[in-house]
């Protein structure tokens, strides 16, 4: 309520993107470079994101998360992708990790860890790739054994963002035959270890991964060596046993509208970038967007734009209405990420040199937008999802 009038939903969300759009535009984009270029972590930005509640986006509040719906958590995702892709990413495998304890945790394990993860002060990531296995996550060797009251890890584990900073880890290990009905199969353990590079108890940062872009939050390999867990951390307790996959492929189905909304803002900032720049610089005696080759350049990727938000929008509206999603996430992260690697390019040409020198952002988004056609499964991956939504419709 605000001057006796009841504010909806609506109103909320919309308040709530407008104070992260003039943060944004103030204390994202002109400072974004001194982080990403040195790979230096954006602590103040990190909390002032935990100050508007985005740790807890997408947290029920009955945990204290700000329960937002997938539309508006896509449009957070945008404007902070809008200004810096990697902010994206360092709550985005938090809450595919907040998301499983929320979707299948019991009663006990979810007021365990997602109150603390909704304030931000408990981070999570998520585990599932290794170094032999990433598409087919089927095939991953990372192994949990139960010993009494509790479970045994062994494994080497790859590319997992947040993995340092985090204190609970979504982890997905095979466990051996003899356990249940679905023995053999992929479970989740939601790890707790010590945030910071030592590790702790067996679990060891192994390396951190230098990167193209993408940089800025830490993606490291993470060893287990006899890591001990409760069982009480088997996410879904007995239920849980070879559930894990299944169970991370549904996260990861919204996790692929949130890398589509990621490929969108990233593809709006190139836009931005390249009609800016077109109107201001001139070549053979007037503003090159005057040349006819530039403008249509620009028609195309407005137009290409307003597809990969409209795609993503209407995925996050499925998705809110309780709809089944896999095509229609699988359609929206395919297109906005060949989107927004097309139109990184298409802005860095229309910068000419300038494109290819670091005092533009344009640069930043080249480097950026390919990991949105790899991550949380490739474009070929999107395409045997969306092919086979299709032929399994009649
Ligand atoms: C910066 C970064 C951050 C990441 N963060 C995380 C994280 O936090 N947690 C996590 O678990 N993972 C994370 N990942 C891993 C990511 O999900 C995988 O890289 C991705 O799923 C692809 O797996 P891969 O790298 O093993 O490639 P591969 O599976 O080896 O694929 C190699 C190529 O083969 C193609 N291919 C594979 N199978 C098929 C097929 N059946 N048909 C056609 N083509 C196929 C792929 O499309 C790709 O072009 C991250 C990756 C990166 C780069």
């Known amino acids: 309520m605000r001057n006796g009038i009841v504010m ?38 990190a909390s002032q994101m935990a100050h508007f509640g985005l740790f807890g986006a997408t947290i029920s509040s009955e945990f204290g998360g700000l329960d937002l719906d997938n539309i508006t958590y896509a449009r957070v995702i945008e404007e902070l992708s809008r200004g810096w892709m990697s902010l994206a990413g360092i709550i985005n495998s938090h809450l595919i990790c907040a998301k499983l304890i929320s979707k299948f945790g019991s009663e006990e394990q979810k007021l365990r860890w997602l109150p603390s993860m909704a304030t931000g002060e408990l981070r999570g990531c998520f585990s599932l790739s290794e170094p032999d296995s990433g598409s087919d996550a089927a095939a991953l060797r990372c192994r949990a054994e139960r010993d009494g009251g509790e479970w045994v890890i062994n494994g080497t584990k790859m590319w997992v963002t947040n993995g340092e900073k985090a204190g609970v880890v979504a982890l997905l290990a095979r466990v051996p035959d003899g356990e249940n009905e679905n023995s053999g199969g992929i479970t989740c353990f939601i790890v707790e270890k010590v945030p910071g590079k030592e590790g702790s108890g067996g679990i060891t940062i192994s390396r951190k991964i230098d990167k193209l872009g993408y940089r800025g939050l830490e993606t490291v390999e993470m060893s287990y060596v006899d890591h001990r867990v409760r069982h009480d951390q088997l996410l879904g307790d007995d239920e849980g046993i070879g559930n894990g996959l299944r169970w991370a492929l549904s996260a990861l189905e919204l996790g692929r509208i949130n890398v589509a909304a990621r490929g969108v803002g990233v593809a709006q900032a ?24 530039i403008a249509f350049k620009l028609a195309e990727m407005a137009t290409k734009l307003e597809a990969a938000r409209l795609l993503t929008y209407e995925a996050a509206r499925k998705a809110d209405a309780g709809e089944r999603v896999d095509l229609a996430a699988g359609m929206a992260k395919l297109f906005a990420s060949e989107t927004a690697s097309e139109l990184a390019l298409d802005a860095m040409r229309i910068h000419g040199g300038n494109g290819f020198s670091t005092e533009y952002p344009v640069e930043r988004y080249y480097r950026d937008a390919p990991l949105m056609i790899i991550g949380e499964g490739t474009s070929e991956i999107q395409k045997l999802v969306i092919s086979r939504a299709l032929l399994a419709e009649d």
């Open 8 to 45: 909806t939903e609506i109103d909320v969300a919309d308040e709530m993107l407008s104070s992260l759009r003039n943060w944004v535009e103030a204390e994202v984009i002109p400072h974004a470079s001194e982080f990403e270029l040195p790979d230096e972590y954006p602590t103040a930005m």
């Open 270 to 293: 190139a836009y931005d970038a390249a009609l800016a720049y077109a109107k201001e610089r001139e070549a053979f005696g007037r503003p090159i967007s005057q040349h006819q080759a």
